[in-house]
């Protein structure tokens, strides 16, 4: 397993959870790491990314709600949720890829969790 996330839950519209994505650190090292989310129903979304030297991205749905960060001493990525609502609802799945820049297009990220349950209720 390359990539383990953890942190998902239930939380109630207005909640918070954040969501942690740990590595291997051949994985972790000089890599950029996102995150995508699939609602049911619905195709796999970008959400957030965050490359090797800090420089963060955001999809516009959850811009000034979600911030992503790393640690990379830990090997490990964030996505610190607020201000959730029922629409945030999906599975979280973080990704890493082999170079330091982020992209928000998921057929550029090689290394993919098994994924995280986030349920928001109203």
């Known amino acids: 397993v390359q990539l383990l996330e953890s942190g998902g839950g239930l939380a109630q519209s207005g909640g918070s959870l954040r969501l942690s994505c740990a590595a291997a650190q051949r994985t972790f090292s000089r890599a950029a790491v996102a995150w995508f989310r699939q609602a049911p129903g619905q195709e796999r979304a970008f959400v957030a990314a965050?490359?090797?030297?800090?420089?963060?991205f955001y999809a516009d749905s959850v811009k000034g709600r979600f911030t992503v960060s790393r640690d990379n001493a830990k090997n490990t990525g964030y996505l610190q949720m607020t201000s959730l609502n029922p629409e945030d609802t999906a599975v979280y799945y973080c990704?890493?890829?082999?170079?330091?820049?982020?992209?928000?297009?998921?057929?550029?990220?090689?290394?993919w969790g098994q994924g995280t349950q986030v349920t928001v209720s109203s």
């Open positions: 965050i490359g090797w030297v800090g420089g963060t």
């Open positions: 990704a890493a890829r082999d170079t330091s820049l982020w992209s928000i297009d998921e057929a550029d990220y090689v290394y």
